[in-house]
Structures are given as structure tokens and as C-alpha cells.
């Protein structure tokens, strides 16, 4: 049942709605909303009603966006659940431009949902995503995460938010204390605030922890502590280190390999991870958004089937290269000092050798045992089984094999190593 109330106070006509639910409220404004007039509409503080201040203010373009944030609402579906359906989620997904983004933005939209890729560089930096949906269903958007207003823009149409903004070290312009900190602060605030959002999804990082020695995971645990304090029903996945096409990990090691004498360990190598396939990860995303409300509030740690040293992950990375293993283990004290020595290099004004990613805390980072707690809520808990590092998982790898990815698939061709 609804009830309207309209009278002129003034030179403005108030029109008051009395309605018994939010979903009957915006079902209704957006009915009302095209014969007010554009003064009338400047006093939305957000287009809620899937439009914007700038175009076609009244038109209903994402029926999902009539969704409450509540446990029970479930987005409205059309069509058979491929690119062309309607998934009913409409997502803005911070960070797509990066390496776990790309599968997410392609997971989403290859379901029949409308993704938002905020943007903060140039064209080339979303051109490749816009591809993974139908015509107009991945949206750029141009933001800058200090600033609201274009962080309230792209979320406006949204009722899903995920947040995979980070990096692995500090920059010039950005302190861990802003990524992991400040950003995941603010996007939550502000998502809590839109009143429309029904997920949002923090990619934080195995290993989050307030004592952890390094600056990097302690921040990331900050910034969790805080989105769930704004948005108590988010849901925050702490995934191992990823590996696929576009790793850090595997690779890194594989240039390394391929270009220099030796493959440098910081410390014994008998430090701990649980490697996890990208796609997985992604998948994860996905099936905390479509749930039925179990993984709201909850924290998830995603790690790969298998627990390797990380001796046996470069070991693994030789093998499947088909080089013999050529490994240094460095002193964990002096690779600090080589590091501090980058730390002050970089913050000199004059041209110096930089090396942007090697740091104390990169040192730090390495050091840590990164394995999913035994009591923790895990890939099993979201219905998902983790594929296996080796194997089909890993064969990016196989484009460092001098001779190319053919050579050493059969035994005969092997090129070097002991027992080839
Ligand atoms: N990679 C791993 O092994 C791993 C493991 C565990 C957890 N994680 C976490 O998972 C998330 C995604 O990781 P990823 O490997 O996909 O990261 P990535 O490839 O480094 O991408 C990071 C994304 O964050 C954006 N970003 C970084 N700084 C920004 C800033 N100041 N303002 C706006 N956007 C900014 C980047 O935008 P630009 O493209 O414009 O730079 C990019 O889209 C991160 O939170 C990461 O900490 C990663």
C-alpha cells in the first residue's frame, strides 16, 4: 500500500511517500522520478535509481539496482545464465585493471552482470576487459581514490562492490597506509552510505595479521578490521599468493632463471606457501556475491591444494623449464641492508639505479609462513575445489623453456638437470 502526500511549502512542493517497504519506495520513485524537475533531482544524493545527475535521470537502466541490501534480497534474474542474461548484479569492481581483476570482471560478466571498472590511467589499462561482456555491460569509469565524489560515481549504479585494490610495495605517491588503510576505509564508508549495496567483497591477503613483521600484512589486517566495522556484512577473502598466466611469483623466478647466473632465496627457503590459481581466487569472488547470504560477515582463506617450501617451488619452477636448478640463499640480514640502501636511493631526487619492489618489508614479506589456519573458513566453505599447481595449472611456465614450450615434453628432449 502506498500513500502520497503533496503540498507547496514556499516556492517548493514537498511530496511526501509512505510505503511499507524500500523496495516499494524505489520502484516508485523511479516511476516519479522523470516528471520532477532537474532541481528536484539535484537533491538525490546518489543516482539510486540507476541514473545519473548527467544523463537520462528517471530511467530505470538496472532493474538489480531496485535490490535492498538486505540477506533475503536476491537480484533479479533473466535468461538462460550466459553473457547475454541478466545476472541482477550490478558490480564496481576496484582494481580490475590488475591480475586477479581481469578474471573477476570475466567471471561476472560472462554470467550476464553489468560491471563497473573504475580507471585510473589510460584507455589501454580496461580496453581488454571491455571485451569479457556483451555490448555496454563492462563500463570504465574514471576515478580517483582520494577523491569521493568520483568513487561515489562509479558506485552509484552498483548493488555489488569488490575491492581488490593493492600492491606489493610502497610507491612515491602511495604508503601502505593509504592502500591497505585509507582506500579500503573510504570505499566502505561510502558503499555503507549508498545504502543500495548488497556485497561487497575486501581481497585482502593470507598472512593479515597485527604482529606480522611486515608492514605490508599488518596494514592489510587494518584495513579488513576497518571495512567490517563499516560494512559489517562484508565478506573478506585472504588468498594465498596467486599463480596464472600473469603471476609474480612463478614467473619471477622463471626471469630470473632464464636471465641471470642464479635464482637468489632470501633466508633458508624453508619458509611456507600455499599457492593458489587465479582463477580460483576469482571464483571465490564470484561465489561469495551469489550465495545465499552464509558468506556475509564472514572471513574466508584461500589457499592452493598443496603446501610447498619455497625451495620446492623454485625446485618446481626449474623442473618445468627444464633447467638445472641454480639457486642462491642470500642472508636475510644482508639482504635488509642491500634493501635499505634501495629504500634511500629511491628517495633521492637525482636519476639512481631504483628498484621499486625490493624493500625491508618485501624482505619481511618473504620470510612468512603464508598457510591457511586449520579452524579457518576455507574454499570448501564456498563450494569450490582448488585445482592443483601442477600441471595444467602451471604451464605458463613452459614459454621460458629455451628451444620453446615443446622442448622436454618428452623425456628424451629434456635439455638439463639432474635425472633428465
Ligand atoms: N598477487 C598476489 O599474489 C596476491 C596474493 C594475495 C592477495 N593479493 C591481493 O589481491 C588483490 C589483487 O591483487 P592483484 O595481484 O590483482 O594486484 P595488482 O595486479 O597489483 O593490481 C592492483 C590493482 O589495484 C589498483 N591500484 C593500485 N594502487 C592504486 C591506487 N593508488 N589507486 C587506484 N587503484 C590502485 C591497480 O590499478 P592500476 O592498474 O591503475 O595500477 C590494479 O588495478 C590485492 O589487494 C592484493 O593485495 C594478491
Not at 541490501?69 to 585493471?97: D, L, M, W, Y
Not at 606457501?273 to 545465499?292: E, F, G, M
Not at 639512481?352 to 619481511?364: G, I, L, Y
Amino acid at each position: 500500500m502506498l500513500l502520497l502526500l503533496s503540498s507547496n511549502v514556499g516556492s517548493k512542493r514537498i511530496l511526501l511517500v509512505l510505503c511499507p517497504s524500500e523496495v516499494d519506495l524505489r520502484r516508485l520513485l523511479s516511476r516519479v522520478t522523470p516528471t520532477l524537475s532537474p532541481a528536484v533531482r539535484q537533491i538525490c544524493p546518489y543516482p539510486l535509481l540507476g541514473c545519473s545527475a548527467e544523463s537520462s535521470f528517471g530511467e530505470v537502466r538496472h532493474s538489480s539496482s531496485l535490490v535492498s541490501p538486505s540477506k533475503s534480497a536476491q537480484p533479479i534474474r533473466k535468461g538462460t545464465g550466459g553473457r547475454s542474461s541478466v545476472s541482477g548484479f550490478v558490480a564496481t569492481v576496484f582494481g580490475a585493471t590488475g591480475f586477479l581483476g581481469r578474471y573477476v570482471v570475466q567471471q561476472l560478466a560472462r554470467m550476464g552482470s553489468q560491471v563497473f571498472v573504475p580507471y585510473r590511467g589510460l584507455e589501454d589499462e580496461f580496453k581488454h576487459l571491455k571485451l569479457m561482456g556483451d555490448l555496454g555491460q563492462v563500463v570504465p569509469v574514471k576515478f580517483d581514490c582520494r577523491d569521493e565524489e568520483s568513487i561515489k560515481a562509479a558506485i552509484s549504479r552498483s548493488n555489488v562492490v569488490i575491492n581488490l585494490i593493492g600492491r606489493d610495495f610502497e610507491t612515491h605517491n602511495f604508503s601502505f597506509d593509504e592502500l591497505n588503510v585509507s582506500i579500503p576505509d573510504r570505499l566502505s564508508r561510502l558503499a555503507r552510505e549508498h545504502g543500495g549495496i548488497s556485497r561487497y567483497i575486501q581481497v585482502s591477503c593470507l598472512g593479515a595479521s597485527p604482529e606480522s613483521p611486515a608492514k605490508q600484512y599488518r596494514t592489510k589486517a587494518e584495513g579488513e578490521k576497518l571495512t567490517q566495522e563499516n560494512f559489517p556484512e562484508a565478506t573478506v577473502l585472504r588468498p594465498a599468493a596467486f599463480v596464472g598466466t600473469e603471476d609474480r611469483l612463478l614467473n619471477k623466478w622463471a626471469v630470473f632463471a632464464k636471465k641471470m647466473p642464479t635464482v637468489p632465496i632470501i633466508g633458508s627457503g624453508n619458509n611456507k606457501l600455499q599457492p593458489v590459481h587465479v582463477l580460483d581466487v576469482a571464483a571465490a569472488v564470484v561465489a561469495a556475491i551469489k550465495d545465499d547470504g552464509s558468506s556475509i560477515g564472514k572471513t574466508y582463506e584461500l589457499g592452493g591444494p598443496d603446501v610447498f617450501t619455497v625451495n620446492e617451488l623454485v625446485a618446481l619452477v626449474f623442473e618445468s623449464i627444464r633447467e638445472e636448478p641454480r639457486v642462491t640463499h642470500i642472508p636475510v640480514e644482508f639482504a635488509k641492508v642491500m634493501a635499505g640502501s634501495f629504500e634511500w636511493l629511491k628517495g633521492l631526487s637525482i636519476p639512481t639505479p631504483k628498484m621499486v619492489t625490493f624493500s625491508r618489508n618485501n624482505v619481511d614479506a618473504q620470510l612468512v609462513d603464508m598457510v591457511v589456519s586449520p579452524d579457518a573458513l576455507t574454499f570448501k566453505d564456498l563450494g569450490i575445489t582448488p585445482r592443483k599447481l601442477s600441471g595444467v595449472a602451471i604451464e605458463h611456465l613452459y614459454q621460458w623453456r629455451t628451444g620453446g614450450p615443446a622442448v622436454g615434453s618428452t623425456v628424451g628432449s629434456r635439455t638439463s638437470g639432474a635425472g633428465f
